[in-house]
């Protein structure tokens, strides 16, 4: 084992860390802001480099490609679908776009530029503008996040400057919205990942307020998960139904079973701003967070020992 590896976790949920498994080519930098998996197990970083920011790998890191040159302001999740396109969020252009795996658009939903109204200054980029929301508003200001139900209803958390979900229907048209900013139930400081799990419940990371809140899909509130998790920035729910977090305001990972009772827990306040998760079909996980030693935010790779 290298010096850049180690185990972390417990029991099943062990895994080998391997920091520098992607095998970056000369010429591309990875600024990682998330990361995806398809069917095929190839691995997406959407990164924050201009000039390469869709970069994709095997399994065992090697490159495959990378596109997207011009298209992002500034990247912020991707996620593949069941079909391996592949949903882009453009924070700061307001817009959720879907590619296809070579990186042929699709669709677009949201108008480029378009910042609702909910009192955050539509100059404002800052990522703690979430502070200044004054009230809830209607598609977009600033978003974060998007998850497709089965029947084709998209779900986006709009977060840095609103504090809501709203759902769309499979054409993109605006359905309903929940969510006033606060700390009370129902209420959101900062929802920033989204995922509609098996029993069709929509799952919410609520960040700044250190939890997981779980709604049905008209905007009731169903639970809250009663493990407290710091800054939880996104959510990955494999085969099993086990959900794997990213606490972005600690630098750790979290292993919660759908009702939120954690199962294994591991990470560093030294990765703090961890920003993503996915799993492959072997169990292992793909995980955006800062390099050892003061190194810039990129996909760490955990192999599965457990």
């Given at each position: 084992m290298s010096a850049l590896e180690m185990l972390v976790g417990s029991g099943k949920y062990t895994y080998r860390v391997d920091e520098d498994w992607?095998?970056?080519?000369?010429?591309?930098?990875?600024?990682?802001?998330?990361?995806?998996?398809?069917?095929?197990?190839r691995v997406y970083c959407f990164s924050r480099d201009r000039?390469?920011?869709?970069?994709?790998?095997?399994?065992?890191?090697?490159?495959?490609?990378?596109?997207?040159?011009?298209l992002f302001a500034f990247p912020h999740t991707i996620?593949?679908?069941?079909?391996?396109?592949?949903?882009?969020?453009?924070?700061?252009?307001?817009?959720?776009?879907?590619?296809?795996?070579?990186?042929?658009?699709?669709?677009?939903?949201?108008?480029?530029?378009?910042?609702?109204?909910?009192?955050?200054r539509p100059d404002d980029f800052r990522s703690d503008a979430y502070r200044d929301v004054t009230h809830g508003g209607p598609p977009f200001n600033l978003p974060t996040d998007i998850d497709v139900a089965p029947s084709g209803d998209l779900f986006?958390?709009?977060?840095?400057?609103?504090?809501?979900?709203?759902k769309l229907g499979?054409?993109?048209?605006?359905?309903?919205?929940?969510?006033?900013?606060?700390?009370?139930?129902?209420?959101?400081?900062?929802?920033?990942?989204?995922?509609?799990?098996?029993?069709?419940?929509?799952?919410?990371?609520?960040?700044?307020?250190?939890?997981?809140?779980?709604?049905?899909?008209?905007?009731?509130?169903?639970?809250?998960w009663p493990t407290r998790l710091i800054g939880?920035?996104?959510?990955?729910?494999?085969?099993?139904?086990?959900a794997y977090v990213v606490e972005h305001n600690a630098g750790m990972v979290s292993v919660l079973t759908l009702d939120g009772e954690r199962l294994a827990q591991w990470g560093d306040p030294a990765f703090r701003s961890c920003h993503g998760i996915w799993g492959d079909s072997r169990g292992d996980l793909y995980v955006v967070r800062p390099g050892s030693w003061g190194?810039?935010?990129?996909?760490?790779?955990?192999?599965?020992?457990?």
């Open positions: 992607a095998r970056v080519p000369s010429g591309i930098d990875i600024l990682a802001a998330s990361v995806t998996v398809d069917s095929k197990d000039s390469h920011p869709v970069v994709v790998f095997d399994r065992d890191g090697g490159f495959l490609g990378s596109w997207g040159a011009g996620r593949a679908d069941n079909a391996d396109n592949l949903w882009l969020v453009d924070r700061d252009l307001g817009q959720m776009m879907l590619f296809t795996a070579s990186g042929q658009l699709l669709r677009t939903i949201g108008t480029r530029g378009f910042r609702s109204d909910t009192g955050v986006v958390t709009d977060g840095y400057g609103n504090a809501r979900v709203h499979p054409d993109g048209m605006h359905v309903l919205s929940w969510g006033e900013p606060g700390t009370e139930p129902g209420q959101f400081k900062l929802p920033h990942g989204v995922w509609i799990d098996r029993r069709q419940r929509v799952l919410v990371c609520d960040r700044e307020n250190d939890r997981v809140q779980v709604f049905d899909q008209a905007g009731g509130l169903l639970s809250i939880p920035a996104v959510l990955y729910v494999d085969a099993n139904d086990i190194r810039r935010r990129r996909i760490v790779k955990h192999v599965r020992v457990g």
